[in-house]
């Protein structure tokens, strides 16, 4: 009886901590449609309701009247900021969507930034056109598991951006032009997150030309867990008569220091292509531009993560090859938007490139290939 009664008493204590593990999971809103006891509330912010409390939204008027479009953009001229969002937390940003003026300029001069839970460095701080998923100022219609582009400069991001006390975003015009900005911003609050959840950070990088030898750094050294999400890299072929991509991905973690332990076999090979790049979009791989000057590639590392405990560095090689001599080193044009995951307080982004160094020798089709 005794063993009896001790079984029960270990199969109920069983079933009460599954099910207080089930209620502390959070609710998955892409595969549980049906729940709607979640916690969660629904908010979204633009320009028609900046703040995105309830009740606040659609107040502005038109020439038709009050609740008419009557905020739907604002006019950003040279030099002008505006603060997307103030959010006070808990709350997780679960879409973005953007549009804006076309030019490949705007694309790399117009800059925003995320700042998480009081911290007063940026965490996200990258060009709109690399953070939402296209190098070299190049607008390209494509979809994948993190982006969605139009041909017309409409673009989203899905990626969740959890916060646990306040998220701030702003947007900088450093192009030479007046441009409209239009945005929403979709999130919830009533999450329930933990303290070290981890917030996502995006950088912004760009050697024009890289150094021969010296691997370009997708992240460079980040020292404490973290999650490394993937990256939209471009590259402006310098050597049009050679191939340049047979550098390989390089993954420094957890005491790493001469020798990685993730190593890839080649660049394309690194965004899930073959045999060089071939402009096909995937869901968490390819190429949105492949062409003979420019590239523009991305890799997601969802199903598949990369994580670390302590600290994690992540390089990518430039080899070429040359039909005749093989394999050499070679120097490019290499810029790329990191994505990744880890905690705050958390270590400043480094220096960010001014707007002359991120706008140089942006996409332009050549004549020939206009014919």
């Excluded at 191939?243 to 080649?266: C, N």
């Excluded at 044009?333 to 942006?362: M, Q």
């Amino acid at each position: 009886m005794r063993a009896t009664t001790i079984g029960k008493s270990i199969f109920t204590v069983g079933l009460g901590l599954a099910a207080v593990t089930s209620l502390a999971q959070p609710p998955d809103l892409v595969h549980e449609p049906y729940l709607l006891d979640t916690g969660l509330i629904s908010r979204s912010i633009s320009f028609e309701n900046p703040t995105g409390e309830p009740s606040q939204g659609g107040k502005a008027a038109s020439q038709l009247g009050p609740g008419r479009k009557g905020a739907p953009n604002k006019t950003l001229q040279p030099g002008d900021s505006v603060q997307l969002c103030d959010i006070q937390g808990p709350g997780t940003i679960r879409h973005i969507w953007m549009t804006t003026a076309l030019e490949p300029e705007v694309q790399r001069a117009v800059v925003i930034r995320a700042y998480w839970d009081g911290q007063e460095h940026p965490s996200i701080e990258c060009p709109i056109g690399d953070f939402f998923g296209f190098a070299h100022g190049k607008i390209m219609p494509y979809h994948s598991a993190v982006h969605s582009v139009g041909s017309t400069g409409g673009r989203n991001i899905w990626l969740p951006m959890p916060f646990t006390k306040r998220a701030r975003m702003t947007v900088i015009n450093e192009s030479s032009k007046a441009i409209p900005l239009y945005y929403q911003i979709d999130y919830t609050i009533g999450d329930k997150h933990p303290a070290d959840v981890g917030r996502l950070h995006v950088l912004f990088r760009r050697e024009n030309p890289t150094t021969p030898k010296k691997d370009f750094e997708l992240l460079p050294k980040r020292q404490q867990k973290g999650r490394y999400i993937g990256a939209v890299i471009g590259v402006r072929n310098l050597t049009p008569d050679q191939w340049w991509g047979e550098g390989e991905i390089k993954v420094y973690m957890d005491g790493d220091t001469e020798w990685p332990t993730i190593v890839g076999t080649g660049s394309e090979d690194y965004v899930g292509l073959a045999w060089a790049l071939q402009q096909t979009p995937f869901f968490y791989n390819g190429a949105s531009l492949a062409e003979k000057e420019f590239a523009s590639m991305y890799r997601w590392h969802l199903p598949d993560p990369i994580a670390w405990r302590k600290e994690a560095r992540i390089t990518i090689q430039q080899i070429a090859y040359v039909r005749g001599q093989g394999l050499t080193e070679t120097s490019d044009d290499w810029s790329t938007a990191t994505f990744w995951y880890e905690p705050v307080p958390s270590a400043a982004l480094p220096e960010f490139p001014d707007v002359k160094a991120r706008t140089a020798n942006l996409y332009e089709k050549k004549e020939d290939e206009k014919k």
